[in-house]
């Protein structure tokens, strides 16, 4: 596979940079011989882990005991 090319496995994740940081999409290139094309859509994909949410639904668990 060339640079810039992205296989259909591909993967895609969204991170936060440290504690309260920006997020960003995190690709995860597969080994698939086939490659993506303009408007084709990644189907691996995991959304952000957000502190401030975990923070939220300990308090609320905790709130609930």
Same mark, same amino acid.
């Given at each position: 596979?060339?640079?810039?090319? #992205?296989?259909?496995d591909?993967?895609?994740?969204?991170?936060?940079?440290?504690i309260?940081?920006?997020?960003y /999409?995190?690709l @995860?290139?597969g080994?698939?011989?086939?490659? #993506?094309?303009?408007?084709d859509?990644?189907e691996?994909?995991?959304?952000?882990?957000v502190l401030?949410?975990? /923070?939220?639904? @300990?308090l609320t668990?905790l709130g609930a005991?």
């Amino acid at each position: 596979m060339t640079g810039g090319v #992205l296989s259909t496995d591909t993967g895609a994740q969204i991170l936060t940079e440290g504690i309260l940081g920006a997020r960003y /999409i995190n690709l @995860l290139p597969g080994a698939d011989e086939e490659t #993506l094309f303009d408007g084709d859509v990644i189907e691996d994909t995991q959304g952000a882990m957000v502190l401030e949410n975990l /923070i939220g639904d @300990l308090l609320t668990r905790l709130g609930a005991s």
